[in-house]
C-alpha cells in the first residue's frame, strides 16, 4: 500500500465515516489528519510503521498535545480501515502500522476562561454598539451551554417552545432556554421581523446561518472594546463559563453531562476545571 493508495482509500474512508453521519467538522479534521501524513511520505513504495512513526514524531515537535492526539487517533483508524475495510477494531485485528497514542498529562487548572464579570462587559458593550443578534447569541452561548454550531437549531418554528429538541452526535437531547432568555429572543424575532427559517442570519446570504467566523471575528472585537483578553474568547469559553455556573448552583456532574450533551462525565469533568485565579480565590476565602 503506498502514496497513491492511501489517495484512492481516504476518499472511501470519509464517505464510509459521513454514512456514520458524523459532522461536518469530524470529517473536515479527519481528512486534514490523514491528508497530513499522505503529504509526508515522499517516496512511491509502500508504506512502513517507520513512516507512520515519522510522521509521530514531526507533528509531536509542530503542534500542541490536544492536536496530536486527534491527528494519531484519526490516522489510526484511517489506517486500520486502509487494511480491514472496517473501523471495528479488536485485539485480533489490529493494523501493524498503528501508532501509540501520546500522553497528556493532567492538568487540574485551565487558563484563558471567561469570568462572570467579563461576560458581563461583552454583553454590555454588544448591546451599547447595536449588535442585538451578538448579545442575544453570546446570552444563549452562557445560559445554554451550546456548542457553536448548535446555533442552526435556533429558528423561529424552534422557539415556539422554551425547550428545543436536537440530534447532536446521535444523542438526543434538549436545550432548555430560561424564561427570560427565551422572552428576549421571541422579542427580537418580532422586532426584526424574522417570519421563518434561521433567527441569526448571514452578513451577505439572509437564508443562510451566521458563520462562526462573523461570530468569533465579532466576539474578538468586542473583547478589545471591553479590554478582555482576547485569547479568552474562544469556541468554548462561553461552554466553560456555563459549565463552572451550574455547579456553583449546585448541579451534580451527571446532571450537567446530560444538558452539555456529554456521553462521559469524564469530559464533562474537564470543563469544570476552573483557572489558577478562581482556585486562588476561593482559598482566601477559606476559614477554619
Known amino acids: 500500500m503506498n502514496r497513491n493508495d492511501l489517495k484512492k482509500k481516504l476518499e472511501r474512508f470519509i464517505k464510509e465515516l459521513k454514512y456514520e453521519e458524523k459532522s461536518s467538522r469530524t470529517l473536515s479534521q479527519y481528512k486534514h489528519a490523514c491528508n497530513l501524513f499522505i503529504e509526508s511520505i515522499d517516496h512511491e513504495n509502500d508504506i512502513t510503521k ?6 509521530k514524531a514531526k507533528i509531536i515537535d509542530e503542534y500542541k498535545p490536544s492536536s496530536v492526539k486527534n491527528f494519531i487517533t484519526s490516522l489510526n483508524k484511517f489506517l486500520h480501515y486502509c ?3 472496517t473501523f471495528d477494531r479488536t485485539k485480533d485485528k489490529k493494523s501493524d502500522l498503528e501508532v501509540k497514542q501520546v500522553k497528556i498529562q493532567h492538568v487540574s487548572s485551565i487558563e484563558n476562561v471567561l469570568e462572570p464579570q467579563e461576560f458581563k462587559r461583552l454583553v ?3 448591546k451599547k454598539i447595536g449588535q442585538k443578534d451578538m448579545y442575544l447569541i453570546m446570552k444563549i452561548f452562557a445560559y445554554t451551554g451550546i456548542r457553536e454550531q448548535e446555533l442552526k437549531e435556533f429558528t423561529v418554528e424552534n422557539i ?5 429538541k436536537i440530534n447532536s452526535k446521535g444523542t438526543l437531547r434538549e436545550i432548555v432556554l430560561r424564561g427570560d432568555l427565551h422572552r428576549e429572543i421571541k ?3 418580532k422586532e426584526e421581523k424574522i417570519e421563518s427559517g434561521y433567527i441569526f442570519r448571514g452578513v451577505r446570504d439572509e437564508t443562510k446561518l451566521i458563520s462562526a467566523k462573523t461570530i468569533w471575528w465579532r466576539l474578538k472585537k468586542l473583547a478589545g472594546m471591553a479590554k478582555i483578553k482576547k485569547a479568552k474568547v474562544h469556541a468554548h469559553s462561553f461552554r466553560h463559563l456555563f459549565t463552572l455556573q451550574c455547579q456553583e448552583q449546585g448541579m ?9 450533551g456529554h ?5 464533562t469533568r ?3 476545571r476552573s483557572t489558577t485565579k478562581m482556585k486562588k480565590e476561593k482559598l482566601e476565602k477559606l476559614k477554619y
Open 83 to 85: 487494511e480491514f475495510g
Open 50 to 55: 517507520d513512516d507512520v512513526m515519522d510522521f
Open 124 to 126: 454590555r458593550f454588544a
Open 252 to 260: 451534580t456532574v451527571e446532571e450537567i453531562a446530560d444538558i452539555l
Open 263 to 267: 456521553k462521559s462525565t469524564e469530559t
Open 160 to 164: 415556539k417552545k422554551s425547550v428545543i
Open 187 to 189: 422579542k427580537y424575532v
Open 270 to 272: 474537564i470543563y469544570l
